[in-house]
């Protein structure tokens, strides 16, 4: 109903009901970009700062249900501008001759998040989005910007990789039917 | 009958509750200000570019439409030597040539001394025009 989402939308602009929205989705979403990067700390700063920056466009955010959607979108951006930071900077370190040190995969860290690392960060991202958040392939396809059919063949590959990684047979048949 | 991915999917489940379980949010108070810092220091970069595109702007047009500013009207300083002057002939305007054509008042207004008739100068001290001039073609006298 119009004035119904109208009237969702006016509850979200204030700075009041922001704050709540952050305190009901800001773990969740941690735990999610946690799955997606691999790194708990990047996954709560991206979010953090995701959230900063919907802040002051929280006028704009889309009322009608999806501004969680918006504020991983936005986080997922972030982590990837940092990848390429890190990326340039580790090139850097390469080209003087003293890498830096690779911390490893810490006990904290679960098996499916570490053959996660082992995807490419879409497929890695389709993954999580659909077995995670439950998005549908049309859902993943318009959040991320990706065609259905790309959004299919990252699933299919996904699926594949993590049965491979995993050697969880259920993972195999799944991936077989 | 479960769905041939819903082990997958718990294992997702469990792998973002696990994280979830460990992240430590900051409170929405800092959120909220960080936002609002953000949000002000954009407004004052917005500003501060209105501010410099107007200037600008301003600028550009006062020195568009200062008299004078156009170099295609303006005249040069100083006629470059060689070429004809672009004042023309007729023009009440004194040139300023190098050799003086009058240097005496015109003759339709007589010096001050004259004016009353009388002579109360003195002679002009130049030799008078009746002082016996030598010849031009004479000849030299005979040395010897």
């Known amino acids: 109903m119009p004035g119904e989402t109208e009237e969702i939308q006016e509850w979200l602009l204030t700075v009041e009901e922001f704050e709540e929205f952050y305190a009901h989705t800001a773990s969740r979403l941690i735990g999610q970009l946690y799955v997606m990067l691999g790194d708990l700390h990047e996954a709560q700063d991206v979010v953090q700062e995701a959230f900063v920056r919907g802040w002051s466009r929280r006028r704009q955010l889309d009322g009608g249900g999806e501004p969680e959607a918006w504020i991983r979108t936005v986080a997922w951006r972030l982590a990837v501008s940092r990848w390429r930071v890190h990326r340039r900077a580790a090139d850097a370190w390469q080209r003087r001759g003293s890498p830096p040190a690779d911390p490893g995969p810490g006990p904290e860290h679960v098996a499916l998040v570490s053959a996660l690392r082992e995807l490419p960060p879409r497929q890695r991202r389709t993954v999580t989005l659909h077995y995670l958040c439950d998005l549908t392939v049309v859902q993943i396809a318009a959040e991320t910007g990706l065609s259905t059919g790309t959004v299919k063949t990252d699933l299919a590959r996904g699926r594949a990789a993590l049965s491979h990684l995993l050697q969880d047979p259920r993972a195999e048949e799944a991936y077989g039917a | ?144």
Request: with cysteine.
């Open chain 2, 1 to 144: 009958m479960p769905e041939p991915h819903d082990s997958l999917r718990n294992a997702f489940k469990d792998a973002a509750e696990a994280g979830q379980a460990r992240a430590r949010p900051v409170p929405a108070s800092v959120i909220s200000e960080r936002g609002s810092r953000r949000h002000r220091r954009r407004l004052a970069v917005v500003a501060a570019t209105a501010c410099l595109a107007f200037a600008g702007t301003g600028a550009a047009a006062v020195t568009a439409l200062l008299p004078g500013s156009d170099p295609d009207t303006g005249v040069p300083a100083s006629t470059p030597s060689g070429f004809p002057s672009v004042l023309p002939s007729s023009s009440p305007l004194p040139s300023f040539s190098s050799s003086p054509t009058r240097t005496t008042p015109p003759a339709s207004s007589p010096p001050p001394g004259l004016a009353t008739g009388s002579p109360t100068g003195t002679p002009p001290s130049s030799p008078p025009s009746t002082a016996p001039e030598q010849p031009l073609n004479s000849s030299p006298p005979p040395t010897g």
